[in-house]
């Protein structure tokens, strides 16, 4: 009931948003009250991104068990720990935490994927979380309902529920990191 969401239109134009303009907005809900602001940003290095993390206390950096998305990553740490305003104005740093994304425990056995360890060991900041790969993703997003809300029988949206108790400060093991074991009809018929 305390969720608010101010959707931002999106424009042909990368460079439409501004810095004085995000800070502006950025004030304004902080006047506001709001204890929490999230700032999603667009995949990849671009205006969107930099608007994002320039005025952020707190990063979560998400990646994909994909060397070009972990490289993405990397650059993009670099650049809040030089380019965020706590950077340029010598203050403590910006806090940064790890999201691996569409982990498959299967493919990274397989060596088809990183794991979450080598990701973690390339990037140098603390993992707060593993989200397994899911259909529910997509059917989530097709029905317009959050993965997180589909109970406890869904492993993506058990495993965001894990990283808000950890990002809380709660303690709660890493899970989806190792493939699940599979049963005796399973490995007789290949699946």
Known sequence: EH??????????????????????VLEGL???GMEYIICDS????ENGATQAMRHADIALVC????LSSVR????????????SRRAEEQRDPVQQYLLITRYEA?????????????IQEMLGIPLLGVVPEGEEVLKSTNLGRP???????CDTGAAYEDVVKRFLGEECPLRFTQP????????LFGK
């Open 106 to 118: 299967e493919k990274v056995v397989g060596e088809a994927m990183l794991s979450a360890a080598d």
């Open 42 to 45: 667009p995949a990849g290095i």
């Open 147 to 153: 993965v997180i809300t589909q109970g406890a029988e």
């Open 63 to 66: 990646t994909n068990p994909e």
């Open 30 to 32: 902080k006047d506001m």
């Open 3 to 24: 969720l608010f969401i101010l959707p931002a239109s999106q424009t042909r134009d990368k460079d439409a948003l501004t810095l004085e303009g995000v800070e502006k």
């Open 180 to 187: 699940k074991e599979k049963g005796f009809l399973s490995g």
């Open 72 to 83: 993405d990553s990397d650059k993009m740490i670099s650049i809040i720990q030089s380019k």
